[in-house]
């Protein structure tokens, strides 16, 4: 069967337009790769406390928008190059000025997409700050560049600083209200399983509630730049059951206490020597 081979112009035609969808197709494709987006959670954790959870689920709906979106406008990109390019130099494309359909569709569906999203939003994060009623209550401070976690009522505080990463010990299953300080400059509490960060403010106290799901330990860091040690102002939130967490309140009531002043006697003294060893420099 014989083939009728393509005219010059054609051919160079069709190889254009080859080259125009490969580009298409490659830069969203390179994008997507580049990003270094990980499929399903889009970089996100799936969450260990009940609030983050619901956070993942509603950016997983997010970000599959986002794609939907983007690639539908996209493809009218594409469409509107291919379709009305112009094919006569001399030509003047048709020219239209209304078209009331389309007009009244860009214009409504955008505004209903925005109205589902702030609704969706508001029913997620309204948890975040409702603060519910419980007895389990941490206070938190954050200091250069360390943390303290003191338990109201129970005698029982942890103190860790740069390399040390203190664990912050909580009850699985179990609303805990913490209590967020600063004691010096701006600092940011934020674990990563919890999909949550808040400010650590000097005279503010931040108050907050989670319900972790899952016992295990996870990692937290301070998330604003708050010095010469920030990146080694690690802590740690090991969450256990609520009779092991009983036991652990028990077994460090004193330890904990006494540990505590040392710790702090010993920040005082080396904050004390930095001080005048700075001072002696600039003399």
Not at 115 to 128: D, Q
Not at 134 to 139: A, F, I, L, R, S
Not at 236 to 260: G, I, M
Request: charged content about 10%; proline content about 5%.
């Amino acid at each position: 069967m014989e083939t009728t081979p393509l005219s010059p112009q054609r051919a160079r035609t069709s190889g254009r337009l080859g080259r125009r969808l490969r580009v298409l197709l490659t830069i969203p494709a390179a994008g997507l790769l580049l990003s270094g987006c990980t499929l399903p959670s889009f970089g996100v954790s799936k969450g260990v406390t009940k609030s983050s959870v619901q956070v993942f689920h509603l950016w997983q709906w997010f970000s599959v928008g986002a794609v939907i979106i983007g690639t539908l406008v996209l493809a009218l990109i594409a469409y509107a190059i291919v379709r009305y390019r112009r094919k006569d130099e001399s030509a003047i494309p048709k020219q239209s000025q209304y078209h009331i359909p389309l007009e009244l569709l860009y214009t409504i569906v955008p505004i209903v997409i925005v109205i589902v999203l702030f609704v969706a939003t508001l029913i997620v994060e309204n948890p975040e700050v409702s603060n519910p009623r419980t007895d389990v209550v941490v206070n938190v401070n954050a200091f250069q560049w360390g943390w303290k976690f003191s338990y109201p009522g129970h005698a029982v505080v942890v103190v860790g600083q740069t390399t040390q990463s203190p664990t912050m010990v909580v009850p699985a299953n179990t609303n805990v209200h913490v209590n967020l300080t600063s004691t010096d400059v701006v600092h940011g509490f934020y674990v990563k399983e919890f999909n949550f960060s808040r400010f650590a403010l000097p005279g503010v106290t931040n108050q907050f509630t989670f319900n972790a799901v899952k016992t295990g330990v996870y990692s937290g860091q301070c998330t604003q730049l708050c010095g010469l040690y920030h990146s080694l102002m690690f802590f740690k939130v090991k969450v256990v059951s609520p009779t092991t967490y009983d036991q652990w309140l028990l077994a460090n009531r004193n330890v904990s206490a006494a540990t505590a002043a040392a710790n702090a006697t010993a920040l005082q003294n080396n904050t004390y020597l930095t001080s005048q060893s700075t001072h002696s420099k600039e003399k």
